[in-house]
């Protein structure tokens, strides 16, 4: 099986570099897995839960999913209500991997949040009752790039004040890959912070079309996350028919824990897609014996933010030399 | 029974305007309940549920007490994140009676919010974190004026934004009564919105020391509202011991009504006096059939705020003439 997806990955991974005008890695230079000291044909895996922070029931879910290893990593929605409880248990497990979900949008109906830093001081960036929109368009249309990374920046100091060690940075349904200045904004706090930031080679989470973006900053060969459309039988199913296929390389499992209670079908009534039975089905399954056994069969490595940025140092310090 | 509590009412209300400088009213002018077409010897009663918006457990609790008739008015919390899901509701049941519960502190440990205009834009109101404090003691301490009228009048405006008919304003933590100058803010906000607020004429939510208050804008001769150390098999007998002895007059008694879900224990988890257990015994007592048994023996007329203000608007011009 190597050799062959060995093959499959250089093609998979040269028809992406192409498509999104990424530079490609220095001739010679090894790959994240072998800088990890694991076999060129591993496949690293982090599996990774979206808006923490958003309510109390992704906050059970998920803490519970990172306690037990059936997550390797999750990002905080900072502007969240329930973002203090995140910061309490951040203090009791300081080895939890935890990311930013920057965010630039609110899409719920009844329950949602404004900006960190105030209605008032980032006035582009929010709709006539003070809260981040409901849409990325949105944000794409009115949004001035002083504010977004006010704004952003805002929500990383929040975190950071509050005593959390933060791994990554990510975004709220993909607003920092929306348009070339978004994405501008997203390239300038993973150099102020000294972070890696979510990019994949192609797919929701790649760069807009025409950004150059340096191979080596790309960390994710391809992040999975579910769209709507597949029914609660195939759950399971859709997830395993992402991931077998898959060559060697870095890959993200995004999934959205929470318990189907009264707080989450509260929040999502009106919009069944990620809502409280959706994320009731992603708990269900990264703790179900059945995907977990999957997961081993395949030989998937688990690995966290924190490991794949040593992984970067170490790879940009060889480049260097 | 009227002549001997009529006699009390006297002796009860001479005493409370002495305690708190209050202009005594016009002599000879008719009681709010002579107004209003009851009896001198009326008791009108507002029952009023606090913190609306904070939670979608309280929003639940509360707009289930309400569209039953169970309490008579509500006053939300504008900063908390279910402040959306309230205005939808109020949208639909146009006829509620709903007031803003002006919000200078956030009390819990892991669920907090901050000021609407932006802890930027109103920096003496917020912590480190640039949540609004968890002590009204930090608000007298740290607040500016400037900051807490322009904060409180942009929750006022917010619920005027997202379409809320407004019938008074009040108070959470008995905040703006805690220092003179807050309760000069109190005042201002008053007579810029035309709304009656909340002042009894002693207790928790009278006018602080010294300062001087028409008689005729004190509308509640008193607030019932418990205060912790009663025990669970005690709380209706609590109420019932309240409100039996009062004489004629007009009286708010203060509910705080949610379930004891998972989303409130999670909010209140390390603090018992107002939590989770505590709403929903207060939410049994309001729908009890023993409670609504008692009301009605003790021929307690329930009003709501609206009708106070029409009363007082009433009033004024029968003075004025």
Redesign the interface.
Known sequence: MTGKCGLAAILFLCASWASVGQQAPTPGSKTLQEVLGYPASARLLIIHADDLAM???V??ATFQALEKGWITSASILVP??????VA?WAKQHPEADLGIHLALTSEW?????????????VSSLVD????LPSDVDVVVRNAEMADVEHELR?QVN?AR??GITITHLDMHMAGMVASPELFGVYRKLQSAYHLPILLERSGTHSPPKGASVPANDVLIDRAITMEPGVAEKDWLDWYRKQLAPLPPGVYQLIVHLA?D???MR??TWDHPDWGAAWRQRDFDMVKSDEFRRFLQEQGFVLVTWKKLAEAQALRDRQTLH
């Open positions: 309510s109390h029931s906050n059970r969240c209500p329930w973002f203090p409880e309490r109906t009844d329950f949602r949040w404004g900006p960190v830093s105030g209605s008032e001081h006539g009752l003070g809260y805002a929040r004040s509050a318990y209670d009264e707080e509260g929040a």
